[in-house]
């Protein structure tokens, strides 16, 4: 069975790597402010804990960012999820539940877009993943590294693909796609 795998390029991943780096700091700077201002052991233990394990994590996916020119690490994403938790644990547990919401996002806003094509549907990496059937098509074209779905109630979807994890013949594609919209 013939199958095709496309990895669509995430244009706006540095900007999700930033918010997400914007968010860990204000939270580390509450967790150095709670440190000082509550009064309760337990709580300022946990806030200096919290500090403590996200600058850890952020050191680390420093180091591995810089020195490894690795961009999948998983190190915010543990320091979000962490400051979730601290927040749990000294009794705010509603930005505790913000923060996890967040982390999440973040998560599901990294994930690599694969787009699969067979000869029964497409699914599409939409959140969450779409199935399109070949009845829905006009046409599917992939040309110049640009792919596009063109629907038959007048939806398009037009996007670049990720040349480094995509390795396809255009011609064979759009072959296959040819034959898939004519049956």
């Given at each position: 069975?013939?199958?095709?795998?496309?990895?669509?390029?995430?244009?706006k991943?540095?900007?999700?790597?930033?918010?997400?780096?914007?968010i860990?700091?204000?939270?580390?700077?509450?967790?150095?402010?709670?440190?000082?201002?509550?009064?309760?052991?337990?709580?300022?233990?946990?806030?200096?804990?919290g500090?403590?394990?996200?600058?850890?994590?952020?050191?680390?996916?420093?180091?591995?960012?810089?020195?490894?020119?690795?961009?999948?690490?998983?190190?915010?994403?543990?320091?979000?999820?962490?400051?979730?938790?601290?927040?749990?644990?000294?009794?705010?547990?509603?930005?505790?539940?913000?923060?996890?919401?967040?982390?999440?996002?973040?998560?599901?806003?990294?994930?690599?877009?694969?787009?699969?094509?067979?000869?029964?549907?497409?699914?599409?990496?939409?959140?969450?993943?779409?199935?399109?059937?070949?009845?829905?098509?006009?046409?599917?074209?992939?040309?110049?590294?640009?792919?596009?779905?063109?629907?038959?109630?007048?939806?398009?979807?037009?996007?670049?693909?990720?040349?480094?994890?995509?390795?396809?013949?255009?011609?064979?594609?759009?072959?296959?796609?040819?034959?898939?919209?004519?049956?």
């Amino acid at each position: 069975m013939q199958q095709f795998q496309i990895s669509l390029k995430n244009e706006k991943v540095k900007q999700y790597d930033r918010i997400a780096l914007f968010i860990t700091i204000i939270n580390l700077s509450l967790f150095i402010y709670v440190a000082f201002a509550v009064t309760n052991k337990q709580d300022r233990i946990a806030a200096i804990a919290g500090a403590a394990l996200v600058l850890i994590a952020l050191s680390i996916d420093y180091f591995l960012s810089s020195i490894k020119n690795n961009k999948d690490n998983p190190y915010k994403l543990v320091a979000i999820y962490a400051i979730s938790m601290v927040w749990w644990k000294i009794d705010f547990w509603w930005i505790g539940v913000l923060c996890f919401a967040i982390g999440t996002l973040y998560f599901a806003s990294k994930r690599i877009l694969l787009v699969s094509i067979s000869k029964e549907k497409i699914i599409y990496p939409s959140f969450p993943k779409k199935h399109i059937e070949w009845s829905q098509l006009n046409n599917i074209i992939l040309k110049d590294g640009l792919l596009t779905i063109d629907f038959k109630n007048n939806k398009f979807i037009q996007q670049f693909i990720d040349d480094t994890n995509t390795a396809l013949n255009e011609q064979e594609f759009n072959d296959f796609c040819g034959q898939q919209l004519n049956k």
